[in-house]
């Protein structure tokens, strides 16, 4: 699933392949894309970059026009050079970038849209964003605050809100309570002040880890899976995350899991690793109890 790591070396790589190249072809399989290429076509814009922000993908065109795209849980970019046999079938292409080059395809991406600054500015998905965790300057004082504004809410579903902080998904949300040995139904107000520090530093730590190519100004796209512990071994890549009822790697207790928040989304973590601060044992055992007894009804 695509998280803000995900969406950071997408823009990444497809800004070091486009940028400053002219479009030679366009395509979509969305009709108020091409409604817009129609009335202002793209084919001779030149790519002035890309860029992610949080889970968003922008493609800046020149004459103002700027092309934005959500991955959600199953679209993704793809980089190919001119000629070379696509990975996915046509019929999951939504979007077709080709320069002399190259060709960026965008498959199964659900959110795309055509803006031009002035519009993009009064969007207002995007602008809302916290701080972008991949961000070059990242406002950790602001980041704060907005955690700290959420204080009834379980931090599992706090790092998950983009409105908060941009960039984190579900797997880097459990990875990164896991990391800071924080119980991720825990809420805000039960966190000291050295606790939201390490959830941020964690935070940043991972996911500039999962954004280094080492790869210098090449166009080099990343395959590998996530990764929190650094083993190289890829059945170890993760502490807790899909590994309900396995041992702890640290402990060797079973990892629990979860589903949590108005998603229901699956939340990992290790019962003796990551202890419930006492004021949060007694509001789940209050909220377990009052569980039972709509079910007794």
């Given at each position: 699933m695509p998280e803000g790591d995900t969406i950071f070396r997408s823009a990444r790589t497809l800004d070091r392949a486009l940028k400053g190249h002219t479009l030679v072809a366009f395509d979509t399989a969305y009709a108020p894309l091409a409604s817009v290429n129609d009335n202002t076509p793209l084919v001779g814009r030149m790519v002035e970059r890309v860029e992610s922000r949080g889970k968003w993908?922008?493609?800046y065109f020149s004459g103002d026009l700027i092309l934005i795209t959500h991955m959600l849980m199953s679209g993704s970019w793809h980089l190919y050079r001119r000629g070379e046999r696509w990975r996915r079938t046509r019929s999951h292409m939504r979007i077709v970038l080709s320069t002399a080059e190259y060709e960026a395809?965008?498959?199964?991406?659900?959110?795309a849209r055509f803006h031009s600054?002035?519009?993009?500015?009064?969007?207002?998905?995007?602008?809302?964003?916290?701080p972008d965790l991949l961000g070059t300057a990242f406002a950790t004082d602001e980041a704060i605050l907005r955690i700290r504004a959420q204080a009834e809410e379980e931090i599992a579903n706090v790092l998950l809100n983009q409105q908060v902080i941009a960039g984190i998904g579900n797997v880097f949300k459990s990875e990164i309570c896991f990391a800071c040995q924080i119980h991720p139904f825990r809420h805000v107000t039960s966190l000291s002040n050295d606790e939201v520090d390490c959830l941020l530093e964690s935070s940043r730590r991972l996911m500039r880890a999962n954004v280094s190519d080492g790869a210098g100004d090449g166009i080099v796209t990343y395959s590998g899976g996530r990764r929190t512990t650094g083993a190289s071994n890829p059945g170890a890549r993760l502490f807790v995350y899909g590994r309900q009822g396995r041992p702890c790697r640290r402990c060797g207790s079973a990892i629990?899991?979860?589903?949590q928040g108005s998603g229901a989304r699956s939340t990992y973590w290790c019962p003796i690793c990551q202890p419930m601060a006492d004021a949060d044992r007694v509001l789940e055992g209050w909220s377990n109890s009052i569980r039972r007894r709509k079910i007794g009804c």
């Open positions: 993908l922008l493609i395809v965008a498959f199964d991406v659900p959110v600054e002035r519009s993009l500015e009064r969007q207002t998905t995007i602008p809302k964003l916290g629990l899991m979860r589903k």
